[in-house]
């Protein structure tokens, strides 16, 4: 009897793992533009202590370059700079609103950012919220969940100062 060759197995995708694909590759993409192109942050939940990544967080993206603007209504003064009440109170241009807040308070935070005309809204590691994807997709800005940025621009090597 003659030798066969074998095949190769056949490798098939369900349509969900090419779904799921598509939407982890989308958010990488939007992760890197939203990263790429901010420059000012707004800092919702931002914390005095540094040992807490609200603190951490903002601290780090400052080091690199952002301009970072906290928001936080206990707060006069953050990582050097003006502490704001509310986002409606900062009156200047905002790239990305940062969230450390409870999922619960997401989608008000959403309605804020649409309000001051930012660009992308991003909760942190550990949040997520539907209402707030929803608020934001629907008024066209980007939006990043469950993702620290500091941990991401980290991954990407994403600096706004020159490396030394």
Same mark, same amino acid.
Request: net charge negative.
């Given at each position: !009897?003659?030798?066969?060759? +074998?095949?190769?197995?056949? =490798?098939? $995708?369900?349509?969900?793992?090419?779904?799921?694909?598509?939407?982890?590759?989308k958010e990488k993409l939007v992760?890197?533009? =939203?990263?790429?192109?901010a420059t000012t942050i707004a800092t919702v939940g931002a914390s005095k202590d540094g040992s807490r990544p +609200?603190?951490?967080?903002?601290?780090?993206?400052?080091q690199i370059g952002f301009r970072? =603007?906290?928001?936080?209504?206990? +707060?006069?003064?953050?990582?050097?700079?003006k502490a704001y009440p509310s986002m409606l109170d900062i009156g200047e241009p905002i790239d990305v609103v940062q969230v450390f807040r409870p999922a619960g308070e997401a989608p008000e935070i959403a309605r804020q950012a649409v309000q001051i005309g930012a660009k992308a809204l991003w909760l942190q590691?550990? =949040?997520r919220s539907d209402e707030a994807r929803r608020?934001?997709?629907? +008024?066209?800005?980007?939006?990043?969940?469950?993702?620290? !940025? $500091?941990?991401?621009?980290?991954?990407?090597?994403?600096?706004?100062?020159? $490396?030394a």
């Open positions: !009897m003659a030798d066969v060759p +074998a095949r190769a197995p056949e =490798i098939r $995708a369900s349509s969900f793992l090419l779904s799921l694909l598509k939407v982890i590759t992760t890197r533009e =939203i990263l790429e192109s +609200a603190g951490e967080v903002p601290r780090y993206l400052k970072v =603007i906290p928001v936080n209504p206990n +707060a006069i003064e953050l990582f050097g700079e590691l550990g =949040i608020i934001a997709e629907e +008024a066209g800005l980007a939006y990043v969940e469950d993702r620290c !940025m $500091a941990v991401e621009s980290r991954r990407l090597g994403i600096t706004k100062t020159p $490396a």
